[in-house]
């Protein structure tokens, strides 16, 4: 089994800063990529930001500037550092990983449950 749990959601101003943590545990021989994905109401999943080892960080354009992505690959995590929110970034945020499990040649997404951030005053 994998699992990805995330934290770290929550109700906050505009113009507030929220930081999100997903953990990976289980069966893991190896991550490729980690990223994170949100969904408002009415509206697709969409990519938010990812890393994955020895490259940029990618943004949507939407986030540049005001987000930041970082792993840590001792703890088996990532992390989703949010400053300058805005009522637009409201959504449940969902963390992502392509995950080889052991005993595995291929890599599979994994998601975690998901984490609501809502920006409002």
């Known amino acids: 089994q994998v699992h990805l749990v995330e934290s770290g959601g929550g109700l906050v101003q505009p113009g507030g800063s929220l930081r999100l943590s997903c953990a990976a545990s289980?069966?893991?021989?190896?991550?490729?990529?980690m990223g994170w994905y949100r969904q408002a109401p009415g509206k697709q999943r969409e990519l938010v930001a990812s890393i994955t080892g020895g490259r940029s960080p990618n943004y949507a354009d939407s986030v540049k500037g005001r987000f930041t992505i970082s792993r840590d690959y001792a703890k088996i995590s990532v992390y989703l550092q949010m400053n300058s929110l805005k009522p637009e970034d409201t959504a449940v945020y969902y963390c992502n990983a392509d995950i080889r499990r052991i005993g595995s040649t291929l890599y599979y997404p994994y998601w975690g449950q998901g984490t609501q951030v809502t920006v409002s005053s």
């Open positions: 289980g069966s893991i021989a190896s991550i490729n990529a």
